[in-house]
């Protein structure tokens, strides 16, 4: 199986500056994504995530380095045939209403009209947006642009999906939304390839994670694979016993209103607890192992580089 | 179909923008005014009508291809509409042509209002329709398909007001540059006759969509002039947008 986008040793340097000074954006960047996959694109701002997007899709021409599109050289009109785009922060032809939004992109793909309009009525049902077809883009909110942004991204039903930020400044339930979509995506047999910096979305339905950092890709592979079973610590909250008891034996103690939370960091520790507990009539009402996740690994990532 | 789809879509643009309409207006009353100064004048009134209403037709018609043609590309630019474009299988030269034909449409559509109010009023003093007017007009309707590709070049890597500069500039060394000829008929072979040649070869000379003096007085024009301009027109807008197609495809959109 060919991957839906490979890229090898990328590089791209922009002259910034009012006196122009040459700066190293991406640095050798090297991924594949596989098909079928929905692979998350991790990175502090400014890592060169939107750039290496531009690059795939032909906006910026890289300095050096590969890039393929279901094994096709970019940049070519026939690569993009395939192809989705959601830009982060879209903005649109606000005096266009969202049929006319859609159909717009639609003629761009060449489609007839009859094809155009049976897609633009399934996907405004798609990304929920059907009362909203004749209301011009403009009145639109923020979440209703993102939705009518994925809904342009999808008018030739691509098998490859690109999202730039698709849950940025959205509400929970609106996170929601686009999230159930893009796993929908996956189901359809699509690919998708999105950038974030919410992590716990990313650690929710991603297949596949790449972190960069600074241009360079530092960490990459399967999510179970990068995540591990390992348990940090153990919180655990126990009413009916005095802080002092547990002298000792848990990392960190607060008491607050006659119960007491516990960060316990060696895993023998707490059967330990456990047993103090119930031998001294105590109550435990909370217990949870906290095991690494994304975040742990984004930031130490981060911060180590 | 792609290119068509882009050129409605910049029409539809184009039509909203306000500016387009303060010029129209100004156009009409610079049109209808012309009636004034001809009351004031001495001699044969219609002649000024004709004289000032094509003027104001091409004057304001160069301002609304020079203001829309530089905001409508930049504008892609700056609000990122460009990136979903490109990110379609759309050739870079289709967009450009696409907004160049749409531009085209606006400014025949305002050309074709501008020239109804100028033909109505005439028609009012000499009780009959002057079809050799529209020869006048079709020139200076030519002229602002060249300036319009103009606009679209210089707004391709440029700001707005910088674009408008330049393309205001380049009209007025269109309509300038005929001296430069008279100047090479008069000077001597020699190194600085070949450099006032390589120039004129370059810059471009606007006098030769101007007809309105042979149109207003009557005079004869001879066909291989009519041919000869048109063909300049047409050549000169090629090349300006295989120029701005060029400095397109190189561009990054960062």
Known sequence: MTDAIRIENLKKSFRLGFIPKMKEILKGISLSVKEGEIFGYLGPNGAGKTTTIKCVLGLIYPDAGTIEIFGQPHGTARARQALGFLPENPYFYDYLTAREFLTFYGDL??????????RTGRLLKLVGLERAAGLQLRKFS???????????????????????EPLGGLDPLGRKEIRDIIVRFKQEGKTVFFTSHILQDIEMICDHVAIIVGGRVVKQGALQDLVSEKVLFTEMTVSGLPPEAFRGLGESVSAQGGRVLLKILEENRVDDILALVRERKGKVISLSPRTETLEDIFVETVTGT | MKITAIAGITFKEAKRDRILYLLFFFAAVAIITSR?????????????IKDVGLASISIFGVLMAVLIGTSLVYKEIDKKTIFTLLSKPLHRAQFI???????????????VLMSLIFLV????????????MLVAIAYIFLELVLITAVAIFFSSFSTPILSSIFSLAFTLIGHLSWGLELLIKKM?????????QFFY?????????????????????????????????????????GLTILVFRRRDFI
């Open chain 1, 109 to 118: 793909f060449g489609l007839g009209r009859k094809e155009t309009g049976e």
């Open chain 1, 142 to 164: 923020r979440g209703m642009l993102q939705r009518i942004g994925l809904a342009q991204a999808l008018i030739n039903d691509p098998k490859l999906v690109i999202l730039d």
């Open chain 2, 36 to 48: 004034v100064l001809a009351i004031l004048t001495v001699g044969d009134r219609v002649k000024i």
């Open chain 2, 97 to 111: 042509l696409g907004k160049f034909l749409g531009l085209v449409l606006t400014l025949f559509v305002m050309t």
């Open chain 2, 121 to 132: 009023l005439l028609y009012f003093h000499t009780f009959k329709v002057e079809w050799t």
């Open chain 2, 188 to 196: 001597r072979a020699g190194a600085g006759r070949s450099a006032a």
């Open chain 2, 201 to 241: 070869l370059f810059l471009p000379d606007l006098e030769n969509f101007n007809f309105k003096t042979e149109v207003v007085h009557g005079l004869p024009i001879p066909a291989g002039i009519y041919l000869y301009s048109f063909l300049y027109g047409i050549f000169y807008t090629a090349f300006i947008l």
